[in-house]
């Protein structure tokens, strides 16, 4: 009996099993060239917690990014410091940016890489407005014979703020084992460094002109807390951005929500003072709702939403009301403060250009006093006749008198009344009875 176990036994050994090391899970690869912003950081947050369900091998990021937002940017080191799966940043290809928001993004990588061409650094903190506050040099440039001056509120503030950051990046470096000095410059002094500059002082850890060439100098690295990469063999899965992704991020741009805004409000409005639904109600509606849905993904300040669709309305009215240019003027105000508010950005690269406000808001000015000089306001000025030159003139309808709608007379739209209260379809021809208080009183010509 004992030699037939033995020979099962053997049997059994003699069976090629499962190897005694588990199968290496794919490398997902994530392309991110864009601002840092709620669209990109749910891009990237997502996909690194995927990858630890599926058991990746590791996460590939190609970066290259002008910075973004803060809050954004915090939740990617986050989740970047935290993650179970190693992820390798890589700037690339040559000329490709690590600028601000991406200086901490690639220092929390458990590998940072570098194309030759590449830049880092520029992690300078802004102030709401988008000017740079003044730099601050770090503790091995102050002169302890100085006295510090009594800092104004303004500056207290830039400096707890630039303070706090310059210690968030000196952590960052000093879990990933980069230099933590550099780290603290980049932020307090702006100071950016080439591909070469960044591996000789520890601020990356590789070079690479090529996803292969990293994939390749990848394989066999050990990683700071003794784990080794292999990614021979191993199968790659891209998982760039969906098209809702793409479309978010491409309405991320502040200025370009700006544009459709203005667009979507003042089509509207031409809609409104046409006869009939037509262009301006098509584009004004979809530039309006593109407008909304960019919003939902930049902080603004509702103040200023606010103030932007007051001054529009202040214009309106103008247009019906007789002041001579005092609510267009305050329109125009309330337009102004809206738009340098809108927006809470402190990033000067993602910021509301003054020359796209400027200029959107005189096109848009000078469009209602065209509209009040030439349009809408003659019905309530005297014609150079008087008011018997408009009596028995013909007219077409072209907004149903029912009993009140539009015509047209002599190139111009008035507001009339039916004088029996009977509806008149459009496109028929009227004949004006008499004028009250800037309101044509007409019937239907026989």
Known sequence: ????????????????????SPAQGPIHILTL????????????????????????????????????????????????????????????????????????????????????????????????????????????????????????????????????????????????????????????????????????????????????????????????????????????????????????????DPNLVYILLMIGIYGLIYEFLSPTIGLGFILGGISLLLAFLGLQVLPINLVGLALIFFGVLLMILDVFTPTHGILTTGGVLSLLVGSFTLFEIPDANLQLSMWNILATVGVVAALFVFIASKGLLAQRRMPVTGIEGMIGTMGVVKEELNPRGRVLVKGEYWWATSADGQPIRNGEEVVIERVERGRLLVHRHS
């Open 33 to 252: 060239k864009a601002s840092i912003n709620p669209v990109t950081k749910d891009y990237l947050v997502h996909n690194i917690e995927r990858a630890e369900r599926e058991g990746a091998t590791l996460v590939l990021i190609q970066l290259d990014t002008p910075g973004g937002l803060v809050s954004s940017t915090k939740d990617i080191v986050d989740a970047m410091l935290n993650s179970k799966v190693p992820i390798v940043v890589w700037v690339g290809p040559a000329g490709a940016w690590a600028a601000s928001a991406g200086t901490f993004i690639t220092m929390a990588a458990h590998v940072a890489v570098m194309a030759h061409g590449a830049t880092i650094g520029a992690a300078h903190p802004v102030n709401i407005d988008g000017s740079s506050p003044s730099e601050q040099p770090t503790p091995e440039e102050k002169d302890p014979s100085q006295e510090e001056k009594p800092k104004e509120s303004g500056d207290a503030v830039t400096q707890k703020v630039t303070n706090f950051t310059a210690e968030w990046a000196r952590e960052i470096a000093k879990v990933r084992g980069r230099d933590p000095d550099w780290a603290e410059a980049a932020v307090r002094s702006s100071v950016t460094a080439g591909w070469e500059e960044a591996l000789n002082k520890k601020i990356i850890d590789l070079v690479a002109d090529s996803q292969e060439e990293l994939l390749t100098k990848l394989n066999g690295y050990l990683l700071s807390d003794g784990r080794m990469l292999i990614t021979e063999r191993v199968p790659l899965k891209n998982l760039p951005m969906s098209w809702r992704e793409q479309l978010l991020n491409y309405l991320a």
């Open 1 to 20: 009996m004992q030699w037939v176990l033995v020979l099962l036994a053997g049997i059994a050994l003699s069976i090629p099993g499962q190897s005694q």
